[in-house]
């Protein structure tokens, strides 16, 4: 009798250990969770990876610095940089050129906005960089507002005069050109596509609040957050539900200052000039963080009513937050609202 | 059974014990969330993991109703009902724990784990 309950135990515990080897084996296979910030484009970049070989994700967190940091060069409007031919050397370049020569991702934006224009008619306008520095200015001393003939004397640019040639190339006619609707989105879009080409889907990017995420671990969808514009504590409004989706949000609540009791935001509207306030914030979902980015941006200047048909058009849905605190949401964003 | 089984069979029992208390220390650790729902829609998500007290208001059917969140705990304070039955159960705070004001149509649930994994801004 004892030596058959010596037996059992001879054979259980190996059994037991073997199984507790296997439990282990499964559990490495699922990825780490490494997560990384950074600080480009004036915003915090929060990275998060879900992988299991951590010197992959040592390349992959290095390649995704690069692709920020170089957008945030080409997109620089206030700094030349030696390497590099950026919006500052567009604008400021003392040359004596027809054209310029510019890097591909460069042109592609510029690219990118000037056929935004068209298709927004002139919501989404990319030459008004002279009109943002004199808001900025305002913005920055936190005292008094530009007056309406001081905005247009600086409104002489014209996306007319931003014209690209064959072979990436630009006509040199100094246009200082703004990408803030753009470049944010384009980095993130190209950070994703980067990290799948080297075979990470698991992924979280929030670059300052500009979100894209891929496939979540554990789980069918990732669940984000929009933040609800009237309060300070950053509480959120509403969740959507999703994967390999971006999540972007417009709004006049987080960049602006205050005189004589009203709020100046950093939205211009290429119309008036002045800051739009058709509503507190809007969200676009969409597969492409360059369309959520500029899509967010262009139905932040349109009122709600005709943002509903403008976005019918197109393969995202939005939701908006009106100034009444009432949530309005496009027809098909039943979809992202199932867990 | 010898001695030595014996030892044996206590060990690996006192070895599952402590996994057990390990993994009910970790659940407790994990982020606490409180849900608000007017109707069925979520109308305020709060942390309860931040230990800060504090009142928030969200609109009834009667009217105000004030929820106040105190260390990790959550309870309707305030509210306009003929039996103010919500109110008089205090606070909540343990996962699926739930809330229901009936008359107002609030339902206020806590659902373990952290539930947004980003937020857009």
């Not at chain 1, 945030?72 to 500052?88: G, P």
């Not at chain 1, 980015?293 to 009122?303: E, G, W």
Request: hydrophobic residues 35%; contains cysteine; aromatic residues 10%.
């Amino acid at each position: 009798m004892q030596e058959k309950i010596n037996k059992i135990i001879w054979i259980l515990v190996p059994l037991l250990i073997v199984g507790l080897l296997i439990c282990h084996i499964i559990f490495k296979n699922e990825g780490k969770e490494y997560t990384r910030n950074f600080f480009y484009m004036d915003t915090y970049i929060y990275v998060k990876l879900y992988e299991t070989d951590s010197k992959k994700v040592e390349q992959a967190f290095q390649g995704i610095e690069t692709i920020y940091q170089e957008y945030h060069k080409l997109a620089d409007r206030y700094q030349s940089y030696d390497d590099i031919v950026n919006l500052y050397t567009i604008h400021n370049n003392t040359l004596e050129v027809d054209t310029i020569t510019l890097d591909q991702r460069l042109y592609d934006m510029i690219s990118y906005g000037k056929e935004w224009y068209d298709k927004s008619n002139g919501k989404l306008d990319i030459s008004m960089g002279n009109v943002l520095d004199v808001w900025k200015q305002y913005r920055d001393n936190q005292n008094g507002i530009p007056t309406i003939e001081e905005l247009k004397q600086n409104d002489r640019s014209n996306i007319e005069d931003i014209i690209l040639l064959e072979n990436n190339q630009i006509k040199n006619n100094h246009v200082n050109i703004d990408l803030g609707a753009i470049a944010k989105g384009y980095a993130t879009e190209m950070v994703g596509e980067y990290l799948e080409s080297i075979g990470i889907f698991n992924y979280l990017i929030n670059a300052g609040g500009n979100v894209k995420v891929g496939i979540p671990q554990n789980k069918n969808k990732f669940s984000i957050g929009i933040e609800d514009p009237n309060s300070k504590q950053g509480e959120i409004c509403k969740i959507v539900y999703g994967k390999n989706i971006s999540v972007v949000t417009s709004g006049g609540y987080e960049r602006y200052y205050e005189y004589n009791g009203q709020k100046y935001h950093h939205i211009i509207d290429p119309d008036t000039l002045m800051p739009a306030n058709h509503m507190k914030s809007v969200t676009v979902i969409t597969d492409d963080s360059r369309l959520g980015d500029i899509l967010s941006t262009i139905l932040f200047l349109m009122p709600i009513e005709e943002g509903q048909m403008f976005i019918e058009n197109e393969n995202a849905e939005a939701i908006w937050y009106n100034n009444e605190n009432q949530i309005i949401t496009s027809s098909g964003m039943n979809q992202y609202e199932q867990k | 059974m010898n001695k030595s089984d014996l030892k044996l069979i206590v060990s690996i029992l006192g070895i599952t014990i402590l996994f057990l208390i390990i993994f009910s220390m970790i659940q407790k650790q994990e982020a606490k969330t409180a849900l608000i729902y007017y109707q069925n829609e979520v109308v305020q998500i709060i942390d309860l993991t931040q230990n800060e007290q504090r009142d928030y208001i969200v609109e009834g059917e009667n009217g105000p109703v004030v929820i106040e969140v105190n260390k990790g705990k959550i309870r309707v304070k305030q509210e306009e009902s003929p039996l103010h039955i919500c109110s008089k159960q205090g606070y909540i705070s343990k996962n699926t724990e739930m809330i229901v004001c009936l008359p107002n149509k609030i339902v206020i649930q806590i659902e373990a784990k952290n539930i947004i994994d980003t937020v857009a801004r």
